[in-house]
């Protein structure tokens, strides 16, 4: 399993990105996903995830309400719809998968078999 990730960029507070990750390999329905961020001189955090197509994503507690995860099938991609974006998103951000990752597993890094090459999105305020 190989994943791409893209859709970072510079935009102003208050803007939107939208981010892509694309599966390559068995990233079937069986697959859960996480989205995660880091910023300079942070750890590695939790952003969104999902365990397996048809299950209601999980969000960290700061982008409730603005960041939106979603997954399409058919084209092996999970996307995280990012609204109302704050200097504090700035970081880069990493989608992750798991075949057959448990609800409680979703926010913890070292549960994730494979790793996208992460994307920058930088808000200026």
């Known amino acids: 399993v190989q994943l791409q990730a893209s859709g970072g960029g510079l935009v102003q507070a208050g803007g939107s990105l939208r981010l892509s990750c694309v599966g390559s390999g068995p990233t079937n329905r069986g697959y859960g996903f996480g989205w995660f961020r880091q910023a300079p001189g942070k750890e590695r955090e939790f952003v969104a995830g999902?365990?397996?197509?048809?299950?209601?994503?999980v969000y960290t507690d700061s982008v409730k309400g603005r960041f939106t995860m979603s997954r399409d099938n058919a084209k092996s991609t999970v996307y995280l719809q990012m609204n109302d974006l704050e200097p504090e998103d700035t970081a880069v951000y990493y989608c992750?998968?798991?075949?057959?990752?448990?609800?409680?597993?979703?926010?913890?890094?070292?549960?994730?078999?494979?790793w996208g090459q992460g994307t920058q999105v930088t808000v200026s305020s």
């Open positions: 999902v365990t397996r197509s048809g299950g209601t994503p």
């Open positions: 992750a998968a798991k075949y057959g990752i448990i609800l409680s597993s979703l926010r913890d890094s070292t549960s994730y078999d494979y």
